[in-house]
């Protein structure tokens, strides 16, 4: 069923500003940096299971959990962002980490292949009595993914050995049959990983294995769920499980018979992920239909103007359709993370623009806002609204989005393109040069461009000869209006189907595409069952979904009404943070002098004139904590 294939971040180079610049942040003081702090929280020391066992850095909560547990997951996701840091340009004192790492997580498996850092040194009689709490396989999934990225970047496969062993061990230990548990992951993720380990290596057995993990969740035919009994096993009522039910983990049904996104956000993005990826791999018509459902309920109901997940910070997840609150909203930068993920399988099932949409609009905004310009500082979650007190930290108790923007803004470059046997997809622009088998030949590809701040786009193509015909696929985003596009300086017809110009051609060395994709400035408008957005407008220039932060505003900017019919400017500023181009425009706002001491009156405030300036949403809080407001006041007076 699997009709395209991801190109792979290492065939594809960044040769544009704004993701080269935000690259080559990444690889220079991201990850030091992140290192340095995995060392002074005490995460690296860890994993070396140091004796005497000293106390937890972070205690226990009430209910007997703590982040500890997952700890080795950040080890995995900082190897993993590491590996695609080497892929890009080998650095010694980096590989010689990772290679120390991969020392000590060799020292810490157990004989059986058990690799748990936590519980070998803490709680070795517990392993296994948990899965629904304590991300063991959580765990085993992100320190499969650094293993399998290392060997790709290095081809050196200790680490995935070792990892290999690891999931022998669980493939003994869970699954059907005689001696074996029917229990799968409380968090998901170890179904991507084992998915990629399979086209790693080959063996079937990784795959096998993730099947059995989505097949069997929330399977209750004949039997107890798994959490119930693993939870009597340990002496607990499950009644007193402290999230209610088990849609927390989407663990409620089966996962074919799932219609509605519910529960922990990032949990659901990585678990739809999965079932993408299996549902290409078994042509599974029932898990396709699921991830269809799935993704129509959470992009017209539950997806936040940003392409951010999950309002509640109770359960860092979803809560009821159209509620999507902005000040207290989580939009945990994991989510959104996992959402791309999501979407880029998606697109391998099916070329539909809608997809792609999403993945572009959830990496520019939600997932992007996540780290800041120097690299070293970030949101866990994201406000749509602040009064000046969010703002972002240099380290988190649960470090968790840390890892994951990087290893993404790192990896950017594998959803540029899709490739079928005779047709390349491309998903995303931003300058970018790469050379792809297709119809007997290769063709390079090379995308100039200054996207996402200009929609010209030139993409000059060369094939080898003997390469046959095959199409060019390029997409025409759905914010763009009035695109065109011309080949060798003639126009082309824009036959667009579901959101890609299909040209299909004998294309010969020396041709050159033409897009222009014009992006002004645009209102967006909630739909009228998000109560917190009504009589409320969000801006849009292409791809970036804009705010207001008080540092560019005379008025305070919670205050500010923006008319219907008032014009928006466009300014750019190549030294403001980089560059950016902000948006300009006449506004009014409430003049509070005149109120006096009251708290309510019979009469609204006077307004004054003024003009409200917006910055991509992405780049706001880089200059200090200050005020911030994304949906504005709209009002004809």
Not at 20 to 36: D, G, M, N, W, Y
Not at 542 to 569: K, T
Not at 592 to 614: N, S, V
Request: a negative charge; proline letters at 5%; one cysteine or more.
């Amino acid at each position: 069923m699997r009709t395209y294939a991801s190109v792979p971040f290492s065939q594809v180079k960044i040769t544009g500003d704004f993701w080269h610049e935000r690259l080559e942040t990444v690889l220079t003081r991201t990850i030091p940096s992140q290192l340095a702090k995995l060392e002074s929280s005490d995460i690296r020391g860890s994993i070396k299971l140091p004796k005497p066992v000293p106390p937890l850095t972070i205690p226990r909560q009430s209910n007997n959990f703590t982040v500890q547990y997952f700890w080795d997951s950040d080890i995995g996701k900082w190897i993993e962002a590491a590996a695609y840091a080497l892929s890009h340009r080998r650095d010694a004192a980096i590989e010689a980490e990772i290679e120390a790492m991969i020392d000590d997580l060799e020292a810490a498996q157990e004989d059986d292949g058990y690799l748990n850092c936590f519980y070998t040194q803490r709680e070795p009689e517990k392993r296994w009595t948990n899965l629904r709490d304590n991300h063991e396989m959580y765990n085993a999934g992100h320190l499969l993914e650094g293993a399998v990225a290392y060997y790709h970047a290095t081809g050196r496969d200790r680490f995935l050995k070792i990892m290999e062993r690891n999931m022998d061990h669980i493939a003994a230990t869970f699954g059907p049959g005689e001696g074996r548990r029917r229990g799968y992951p409380g968090h998901q993720e170890i179904e991507i990983a084992l998915v990629r380990a399979w086209h790693a290596t080959g063996q079937r057995k990784f795959l096998d294995l993730a099947t059995y993990f989505i097949d069997e969740r929330g399977n209750t035919d004949g039997v107890d769920h798994y959490f119930d009994i693993e939870s009597r096993a340990r002496g607990e009522d499950p009644a007193g499980y402290w999230f209610g039910d088990y849609e927390y983990s989407q663990a409620h049904l089966p996962v074919r018979q799932q219609t509605k996104v519910v529960g922990h956000a990032v949990r659901a993005m990585y678990m739809y992920a999965a079932m993408a990826d299996l549902a290409a791999e078994h042509d599974d018509a029932a898990l396709r239909a699921a991830c269809e459902a799935l993704w129509k309920d959470v992009t017209e109901r539950r997806m936040y103007v940003t392409g951010g997940f999950g309002p509640s910070e109770w359960n860092e997840g979803f809560t009821k359709d159209f509620d999507l609150p902005n000040d207290t909203a989580y939009a945990e930068t994991c989510a959104s993370v996992a959402m791309v993920f999501w979407a880029a399988r998606m697109l391998n099932l099916d070329l539909d623009g809608q997809y792609a949409d999403v993945l572009e609009l959830a990496l520019y905004n939600n997932a992007l806002a996540g780290l800041s310009r120097d690299g070293a500082h970030y949101f866990y979650d994201n406000k749509l609204e602040s009064d000046g007190a969010h703002h972002r930290w240099d380290w988190h108790r649960c470090p968790c989005c840390t890892m994951n923007v990087s290893r993404l803004v790192a990896s950017v470059a594998g959803y540029y393109y899709g490739l079928a046997d005779t047709e390349i997809a491309i998903h995303l622009y931003g300058g970018a040069t790469t050379t792809l088998p297709v119809a007997g030949g290769e063709v390079t590809l090379v995308e100039t461009s200054d996207f996402p701040w200009d929609g010209r786009i030139r993409i000059a193509v060369t094939p080898t000869p003997g390469t046959g015909r095959f199409t060019l696929s390029p997409r025409i985003p759905s914010w763009c209006r009035g695109a065109s596009a011309r080949l060798n300086g003639a126009p082309v017809e824009m036959t667009v189907e579901r959101g890609y110009l299909k040209i299909t051609r004998d294309w010969a060395a020396g041709d050159v595409l033409e897009l222009d994709l014009p992006m002004g400035p645009e209102r967006l408008y909630a739909h009228p069952d998000v109560r917190h957005d009504a009589g409320r407008v969000a801006l849009r220039r292409g791809p970036l979904v804009y705010c207001c932060e008080q540092h560019d505003n005379a008025e305070p900017v919670n205050r500010l009404r923006l008319a219907p019919d008032a014009p928006l400017r466009e300014r750019r500023e190549p030294g403001m943070l980089g560059g950016l181009v902000l948006l300009e425009g006449p506004a009014r706002a409430e003049d509070a002098t005149p109120w006096g001491t009251a708290l309510y009156a019979t009469a609204r405030a006077p307004a004054r004139e003024t003009t409200m300036t917006a910055l991509p949403y992405y780049a706001w809080c880089n200059r200090g904590s200050n005020p911030m407001q994304l949906w504005l006041q709209e009002a004809a007076d």
